[in-house]
């Protein structure tokens, strides 16, 4: 089966930049998407097929993949980031994956 | 604007059975895939399963976990998705979130409903 790794924990400081990882084989060939769930709420969809953005989403919202590691990258951290987060890919012998999940805490 | 509502959850014993509705709106829901999500306490999404448009067949698949046990179908008519859940385990415990699926990602979420799997 296919799994997907993501570190448990990043911190960030107000304003600067965070990197959330989401490592699997050869992700780099599939479509990643990222998902952000703050406390008591749903899921909202943040970035799709690696580097996409919904509408109402911040352009401080970005991804990239390649290889065996794809990124959500947040620039500009704001308070209001803090959640976490999941990526996800479709995989044809294991169908919707999601990774393990990231907690972004803002310092 | 794009609503989908989870109706249907609550405590029930080990080995019962549970059907889970979400009603949905604004969209045409037969064009759309729909696709169940768990989240047990604490812990991060899982994929439950999912159910095509009828224009790709209305086929479901399922997560290796609840195949065999849950069954996902679909009323166009109503425009509601359900999920229903037999011989239920006490790991199936979690929040139940229908989302619309686009492309093999889930663009929408419902608020969810909890199901609690217990004695």
């Known amino acids: 089966s296919y799994e997907l790794t993501q570190p448990l924990s990043v911190s960030v400081a107000l304003g600067q930049t965070a990197r959330i990882t989401c490592g699997g084989n050869?992700?780099?060939?599939?479509?990643v998407h990222w998902y952000q769930q703050k406390p008591g709420q749903a899921p909202v969809l943040v970035i799709y097929?690696?580097?996409n953005r919904p509408s109402g989403i911040p352009e401080r919202f970005s991804g990239s993949n390649s290889g065996n590691t794809a990124t959500l990258t947040i620039s500009r951290a704001q308070a209001g980031d803090e959640a976490d987060y999941y990526c996800?890919?479709?995989?044809?012998?294991?169908?919707?994956?999601f990774g393990t999940g990231t907690k972004v805490t803002v310092l | 604007e794009v609503q989908l509502v989870e109706s249907g959850g609550g405590l029930v014993q080990p080995g019962r059975s549970l059907r889970l509705s979400c009603t949905a709106s604004?969209?045409?829901?037969?064009?759309?895939?729909m696709s169940w999500v768990r989240q047990a306490p604490g812990k991060g999404l899982e994929w439950v399963g999912f159910?095509?448009?009828?224009?790709?067949?209305?086929?479901?698949e399922y997560a290796a976990s609840v195949k065999g046990r849950f069954t996902i179908s679909r009323d166009d008519s109503k425009s509601i998705a359900y999920l229903q859940m037999n011989s239920l385990k006490t790991e199936d415990t979690a929040v139940y979130y229908c989302?619309?699926?686009?492309?093999?990602?889930?663009?929408?979420w419902g608020q969810g409903t909890l199901v609690t799997v217990s004695s």
């Open positions: 989302t619309r699926a686009v492309q093999f990602y889930f663009d929408y």
């Open positions: 604004g969209f045409t829901f037969g064009d759309y895939a």
């Open positions: 159910i095509r448009s009828k224009a790709y067949g209305g086929t479901t």
């Open positions: 050869n992700i780099g060939s599939k479509n």
């Open positions: 097929r690696d580097s």
């Open positions: 996800q890919v479709w995989d044809s012998s294991t169908a919707d994956v």
